[in-house]
């Protein structure tokens, strides 16, 4: 397109189809052997010790984020790449308070608040690891409206909230023209979704089969923050749920046309988006500085969301209290979604011993006889000892987070051992 338009500038005609394309591949080919090689970003990039957050606007200009403050240059020292579907951010406006946010965010608690702040700010950094937002409510609760409020503080789309994913493919196309992602009204997250959430906020790799080959491959390496959002538990699963925040989003008493909320929201959006890049120069000031005593998991998350609480006027301890209990909170939900890490408990909890040590095939027949006949003929249930062994890798972490230890042993036979706390290894 933009070959053709400078064709035209010169010589007020049009540039024929084949010199076009032999053009073209001259310029690849120059780029590709002559040219420097550089890094590219979408939305959010990152030099020396500054970020550089894309406006979005026609002059590419950016926001610097230091140490010190941040400020829009003309010229960012990036590379920045962007897709169609991407929309400019608001010029960001110094001196704006946190709090503003919090009148167009109707969660339960100051508590969830301030995990969404803590998401936003996380969104905000230049690299991963990234924990999943997982919001959830009744029907009404604003849930969309809200997941396409918190995109266009940090990425704005044409498309802001989206429909799942077919498949890995389309996840990674997603990924490659966004920097946010948002998935939109969500009834559950099946296995393969699941999977690759956590490789995409972990920044793990995907690899595909390029269309219309079936030699080439397509690698996509990096990590998206992603927004999720249903009325159903969203993180049943344990992977999911170890990298996620979870709030809720409550009724609202009195609903608000959606049209005054969004122009209320949009007058706001330079002075919210001045206070979270304050806190994220707050990070940067301070991110080196931060010990965390016992790093959980996304001890990454939490270590960059405590250097950037004092830039919120947050007490440090303040976030990571709301932070454990909002993980004891998932943790727990998730241990009551999975059948087979309630029916090991039981059997801990009631049977003779307080313990088990024996083969897969023990274990199954000591939990079928904790669990009624309607929930062994369930096709969730596992169905012989291979199938048990999967399912105990995946209760291992809701048992270990109530105590428990978990120990499997491939010496002579393959066992299982599970201790309540009390017990230790001899």
């Given at each position: ?5 400078r ?8 540039i ?15 780029a ?28 590419w200009r ?21 897709s ?6 608001p010029?960001p ?10 009148q ?37 609760s ?21 429909a799942v ?6 996840l ?21 979704l699941a999977d ?16 219309h080959t ?15 959002n249903?009325?159903?538990s969203?993180t ?31 007058r ?27 790093p959980?998991?996304?001890a ?9 609480a004092p ?14 209990e909002?993980?004891?909170?998932v ?6 979604a999975?059948g ?22 023990e ?16 096709r969730y ?46």
């Amino acid at each position: 397109m933009w070959l053709s338009g400078r064709f035209y500038e010169e010589t007020g005609g049009a540039i024929g189809g084949q010199a076009l394309e032999d053009s073209i591949r001259i310029l690849e080919a120059r780029a590709v052997n002559d040219g420097p090689m550089h890094e590219c970003f979408t939305r959010i990039g990152y030099a020396g010790s500054a970020i550089y957050i894309d406006l979005g606007d026609p002059s590419w200009r950016a926001v610097e984020i230091t140490a010190t403050g941040f400020a829009v240059v003309e010229k960012p020292p990036v590379k920045l790449t962007r897709s169609p579907s991407m929309r400019p951010l608001p010029e960001p406006e110094a001196g704006g308070l946190i709090e503003e946010l919090r009148q167009f965010v109707n969660v339960r608690s100051d508590e969830d608040f301030m995990l969404v702040v803590a998401w936003l700010i996380a969104a905000l950094r230049h690299r991963g690891p990234f924990p999943v937002l997982a919001v959830g409510g009744e029907a009404g609760s604003g849930k969309s409206v809200f997941s396409r409020m918190m995109r266009s503080l940090i990425d704005p789309s044409a498309a802001p909230i989206r429909a799942v994913p077919r498949d890995d493919r389309d996840l990674v196309v997603s990924a490659g023209n966004s920097w946010v992602l948002a998935f939109d009204n969500l009834s559950a997250v099946p296995v393969w979704l699941a999977d690759a959430l956590c490789r995409l906020a972990t920044g793990s790799g995907f690899s595909t089969r390029m269309l219309h080959t079936d030699r080439d491959e397509m690698i996509f390496e990096a990590a998206r923050p992603i927004i999720i959002n249903g009325i159903s538990s969203l993180t049943d699963r344990a992977d999911l749920a170890d990298r996620s925040v979870t709030i809720h989003l409550r009724m609202m008493p009195e609903r608000r046309p959606e049209d005054e909320l969004l122009a209320a929201f949009e007058r706001a959006r330079p002075r919210i988006l001045g206070a979270l890049f304050d806190a994220v120069s707050r990070a940067l000031a301070d991110i080196d500085r931060v010990r965390l005593d016992h790093p959980p998991r996304m001890a990454d998350f939490v270590k960059w969301v405590t250097a950037a609480a004092p830039g919120l006027g947050w007490d440090r301890d303040a976030f990571l209290a709301a932070y454990a209990e909002n993980r004891r909170d998932v943790s727990e939900a998730t241990f009551e979604a999975d059948g087979v890490a309630v029916a090991i408990w039981k059997l801990l909890t009631t049977g003779p011993d307080d313990k088990f040590e024996g083969t897969a095939t023990e274990l199954l027949d000591a939990v079928n006889a904790m669990v009624p006949e309607f929930a062994r003929r369930s096709r969730y249930w596992p169905q012989n000892a291979a199938q048990l062994g999967s399912r105990v890798a995946r209760a291992a972490p809701l048992l270990r987070a109530k105590g428990c230890i978990v120990e499997r042993r491939h010496s002579g036979s393959r066992t299982i051992t599970i201790l309540l706390p009390q017990y230790r290894f001899a």
